[in-house]
């Protein structure tokens, strides 16, 4: 019976261990999957984006009480009752699959309407979700999941950026931004850690985003720096605490109310957050106000987002501009640029908005 070799290899014994034969064989397995996927027939070009955010009537049950979600575990979920105290419960079957978040307004009922498939759960169920005021989300990894949710109900994006560890991206704030204006929410860049550098220091990576206008608050909580005024804008607010890892959101709570408690700990020896906030949580402080504070994160995906945002992300810059960015050189001295970064960060919203699937390999 006649030898069979892999793809790729060579027929002589002395052949098999030479470096080229690797990549041989490496190239004919990527020429393989590439002709795989482009005979494979996919429905997520034409995936409905929206269909995710859609929520069931809650007509039926407007007779029952509503409370806040404030922390959910699978099929289980927290509820901050509107007289302050905590109720947990089930989900009823028809809302297994929707996706619910964080600041959610839930009709309930004390005694389970449907059957409990577990006997264990809680005896109050949640039968309803009411229609969000606002909803704040990001792009989502691929069309099948097409956006990650982050809080609803809120009335404000406080975006926290540290003036050391981690240091300051004025990048991550332009994506906030773009979040904020597609959830109908009011940006706020909270400076943390100012402490850590001079006062001479004016912090120049924000001075883009002084020129719009953009309310910018500078603190610290080690010496109690600008804690009063985030205060006084907390009365009678919800607000979401965004940011990386180790920029300090859990210790800024802690300074604005101290009864929360939040877990904190230091920067790690790689120079990045311990990720103490491990989901989403709705923390209502004592004066009147809420903060739904999140876990760190590494990037804001605008993927999906319409690029009408950009020219009130960019204002500077004009309409043809905005329109086709990557025809333009951001190190062309003739565009007479002050701040030539501004104009790499629109070319990379420019494409992520356009983006479609960027876990598919198929180009059509």
């Known amino acids: 019976m006649p030898r069979k070799f892999r793809l790729g290899q060579s027929r002589e014994a002395h052949e098999l261990d030479a470096a080229d034969v690797y990549a041989r064989e490496g190239r004919a397995q990527s020429k ?51 007289d302050g105290t905590a109720l947990r419960a089930s989900l009823a079957g028809k809302l297994k699959g929707v996706k619910l978040v964080v600041g959610d307004r839930l009709r309930y009922s004390m ?3 449907e059957d409990a498939e577990d006997p264990g759960l809680p005896g109050a169920q949640v039968v309803a979700v009411m229609p969000r005021r606002s909803l704040l989300k990001r792009g989502g990894i691929d069309d099948r999941e097409p956006w990650q949710l982050i809080c609803a109900n809120a009335d404000e994006l406080w975006i926290c950026v540290a003036v050391v560890d981690p240091p300051l991206r004025p990048g991550l704030v332009e994506r906030a931004l773009a979040l904020a204006l597609a959830s109908g929410l009011a940006l706020r860049i909270i400076v943390t850690k100012r402490d850590r550098a001079s006062l001479k220091d004016t912090l120049p990576e924000l001075d883009p985003l002084r020129a719009q206008g953009l309310p910018i608050l500078e603190t610290s909580a080690a010496r109690g720096q600008g804690l009063e005024p985030l205060r006084d804008l907390l009365r009678g607010r919800t607000v979401v605490l965004v940011g990386h890892s180790g920029v300090g959101k859990s210790t800024l709570i802690n300074a604005l109310a101290p009864d929360l ?34 876990p760190g994160i590494r990037n804001l995906s605008v993927r999906g987002l319409p690029r009408t945002l950009l020219p009130l992300i960019f204002p500077e810059f004009p309409a043809e501009w ?3 960015p990557m025809a333009l050189d951001p190190e062309d001295e003739a565009l007479g640029l002050d701040y030539p970064e501004r104009l790499q960060s629109l070319q990379r919203l420019w494409l992520e908005m356009e983006e479609r699937n960027p876990n598919q390999n198929v180009h059509r």
């Open 32 to 82: 393989r999957r590439q002709q795989s996927a482009e005979r494979l027939s996919t429905d997520n070009e034409a995936h409905d984006s929206g269909a995710m955010l859609r929520l069931p009537d809650p007509g039926p049950w407007m007779h029952l009480p509503e409370a806040t979600l404030v922390w959910r575990h699978s099929q289980i979920v927290d509820l901050l009752l509107d």
């Open 111 to 113: 005694v389970p309407l």
């Open 261 to 294: 408690q939040q877990r904190t700990a230091g920067i790690s020896r790689y120079g990045t957050g311990r990720h103490t906030t491990t989901g989403s949580r709705w923390l209502a402080c004592g004066e009147g106000g809420t903060i739904v504070d999140t």
């Open 322 to 324: 905005i329109e086709d």
